[in-house]
């Protein structure tokens, strides 16, 4: 499955993007999905995840309340909407997937339990 990552740019403080993330392949339908960042200087983080259905979503501490995540299984793609952005949110994000349907809670933040990687897109949020 190769993932199609888009919709990054620069947005000012308390502005918005919307990311998408395209799969190849209509396997992506049932499989769980997740967004994962990595700033400059940083290791890469866990942002977002999805159940293969939807049903089933986390998201990372710093970005609750503000993000999103949901997809559309007959376009087989997922969407990271991303609200009050901050500063701290520059980052290049990746979307990311895995052929079971679900993950327990405690793996869902781990980035090797997901098999499928896209080529990431840049966030940039200026002050």
């Known amino acids: 499955v190769q993932l199609q990552a888009s919709g990054g740019g620069l947005v000012q403080a308390g502005g918005s993007l919307r990311l998408s993330c395209a799969a190849s392949?209509?396997?992506?339908?049932?499989?769980?999905m997740g967004w994962f960042r990595q700033a400059p200087g940083k290791e890469r983080e866990f942002v977002a995840y999805?159940?293969?259905?939807?049903?089933?979503?986390y998201y990372a501490d710093s970005v609750k309340g503000r993000f999103t995540i949901s997809r559309d299984n007959a376009k087989n793609t997922v969407y990271l909407q991303m609200n009050s952005l901050k500063p701290e949110d520059t980052a290049v994000y990746y979307c990311?997937?895995?052929?079971?349907?679900?993950?327990?809670?405690?793996?869902?933040?781990?980035?090797?339990?997901?098999?499928?990687w896209g080529q990431g897109t840049l966030v940039t949020v200026s002050s």
């Open positions: 999805s159940d293969s259905r939807g049903a089933t979503k």
């Open positions: 990311s997937g895995g052929a079971r349907s679900r993950l327990i809670t405690s793996a869902v933040r781990d980035a090797g339990m997901y098999g499928y």
């Open positions: 392949e209509r396997t992506f339908t049932s499989g769980f």
